[in-house]
């Protein structure tokens, strides 16, 4: 464990001066930053108002670096100097990096790890992902009016010993010092507050907009264990996005999302995406297309329709959650609790698959997006004491 240097001898900090820790959650679509607050957790917002921070940075021929949302915005335009889910590449040398020919980007191998070419020249993930550390550092510091003292930074149960020093090297060059790096779903299982319990073994699944993952924890005398992991780097909420999308064009004989244009194509799984979060808390949901030969196309899904389209997916967690206890030697009725993490948890179908293969209610009262990052902060508090 990394021990936090809090003050050089003969600068001790006053009594009463409060020592500003945070977690941080840096995720591959969106990442955030909490604190805890007069022993409340909570995540910080931006200037707008907005918790997550999309994990996109764009780098301008000026020197200038946009991170977020209006990085996100100039994706399309701008796709080769606007970087997306870095958090793929970290540790990574191009040969790791299977995806890497259908992707925008002009890898270079650089020592170690891959490097991507823009017009401000090379960035390397760590680069790259210590410009959103920064971001969010600062927004840290505005809001609580003073430096950070230390993160607690968040990485995959998964990532391996090169992932883990890339995301160490990412916080150094951010400024940013790292009390621990704790994994996610350590941090989810922290935010409930599982750890208060003697013993314990928790499963957390983690459905978000790209990826799912499913993680079995054991808790023995407050230390928390990864037994096993488990999930699909290609499967989230886009895929439900995918399938209502697949589903419209049936409705209109449209051969496929191929078939239409571009703009077309991301205008439909904007409306497929909306349709998705809306049944999650209505009956039905109406989609609108328009610009087809001048023509609006509509149609109405319903939360029975969705079930079905959504059913292969979710199975699929379901074959991983099951994957995942055998690995472990477990089986549902040893799980004592279950939580639910990621924006894509909000589905009821997914709730429901999850209660219905636990046999058990799913933790589900803190918001699923900023479980992880709620954790991280609960941590960071302890370690700076
Ligand atoms: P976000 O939480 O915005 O990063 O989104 C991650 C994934 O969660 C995306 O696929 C979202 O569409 C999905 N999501 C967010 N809110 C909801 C909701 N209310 N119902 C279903 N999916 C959601």
Redesign the pocket.
Known sequence: MALLQISEPGQSAAPHQHRLAAGIDL?T??SLIATVQSAVPRALPDENGAM?LPSVVRYLADGDIVVGRAAQVAQADDPHNTIVSVKRFMGRSLSDVKEAAALPYHFTDGPGMISISTVAGARSPVQVSADILSNLRRRAEDSLGGPLSGVVITVPAYFDDAQRQATKDAARLANVTVLRLLNEPTAAAIAYGLDKAAEGTFAIYD????TFDISILSLTRGVFEVLSTGGDSAL???D??SAIAAWFCSQHAIAGLEALAPRLQRSLLAAA?SA??????HETADMRLDGINGHALTATLTRAQFAELGAPLIARTITAARRALRDARLSTAQITGVVLV???T??PIARDAVRDFFGMEPLADLD??QVVAIGAALQANILVG
Do not use: Q, V, Y
């Open positions: 995720g679509t969106n997550l459905l978000g907009g790209g989230g909420g886009d439900f996005d995406r998705k979060e809306a049944l999650s808390s990621g924006g894509s909000r589905m699923p997006d």
